[in-house]
C-alpha cells in the first residue's frame, strides 16, 4: 500500500489506497475510483435548463434518485430551473461563488435544428461552464445532453444509453469527494 507523504496524519486515515498491483508501470491508478461515491454530509445544486424540458425533467428525476440512493439528504440538494442553456454559465458561477456547496449538477438538452444555432449554443454552454469551475474552483458536472434528433437524446434518459443526469450526480458525487480529499473544499 503506498500514501502520499505529503498528506497530513489525520487526513491519511480518510485516503482511499491501493495496492501497487493497481498501478500502471508509470505509478497512475488504474480503473479505480480514487474516492468513495458517498453523498452524505455533502451540498449540491443543480442548474436544469427549461428548453426541452420533456427531457430535462428526466435528467433530474435520474440525478435526484442517485444522490439520494448515494445518501444525500433531499434538504442538502437545490434545483434552480433557467430559461435555456444559455443561461446556464452564468447561474452556475452565480451558485458557485455562493460556496455554498460541494459540487454543481448541470442538466439541459440541446437538440440540432436546421441552422447554426446548435453548433453555436452547444459551444457556449461548454466553454461557459468551464470558465465558471475553473474561476471559481467549485466541481461542475455536465449532464448536457447534444444531439441531433429527439430520439437520440430520449436514448440517453435512461431507455438505451444510461441516464445522462444519473452520470452526471456520480461525477459531482465523485468530485466533490475528490475536492475535499484535496483540501479544496468550500
Do not use: Y
Not at 44 to 64: C, D, P, Q
Amino acid at each position: 500500500m503506498r500514501i502520499t507523504p505529503s498528506i497530513s496524519g489525520r487526513r491519511r486515515r480518510n485516503l482511499v489506497t491501493s495496492s501497487t498491483s493497481d498501478r500502471t508501470p508509470s505509478g497512475h491508478l488504474t480503473g479505480r475510483r480514487p474516492v468513495t461515491l458517498d453523498a452524505r454530509r455533502k451540498r449540491f445544486g443543480i442548474v436544469v435548463s427549461r428548453f426541452n424540458e420533456f427531457i430535462t425533467k428526466r435528467l433530474l428525476a435520474s440525478a435526484l434518485e442517485t444522490l439520494l440512493a448515494h445518501g444525500a439528504s433531499p434538504r442538502a440538494v437545490e434545483t434552480v430551473w433557467v430559461p435555456g442553456a444559455l443561461e446556464v454559465p452564468q447561474v452556475a458561477k452565480w451558485l458557485a461563488r455562493r460556496k455554498k456547496f460541494d459540487a454543481l449538477i448541470i442538466l439541459s438538452c440541446i437538440l440540432r435544428g436546421d441552422t447554426i444555432h446548435f453548433d453555436c449554443v452547444s459551444n457556449e454552454i461548454i466553454r461557459g461552464i468551464s470558465q465558471a469551475a475553473l474561476e471559481t474552483g467549485m466541481p461542475i458536472a455536465s449532464g448536457i445532453i447534444l444531439a441531433d434528433r429527439l430520439e437520440q437524446a430520449i436514448d440517453r434518459t435512461g431507455l438505451k444509453m444510461g441516464n445522462k443526469g444519473a452520470q452526471a450526480a456520480l461525477a459531482a458525487i465523485e468530485m466533490a469527494s475528490l475536492n475535499k480529499l484535496l483540501g479544496r473544499a468550500r
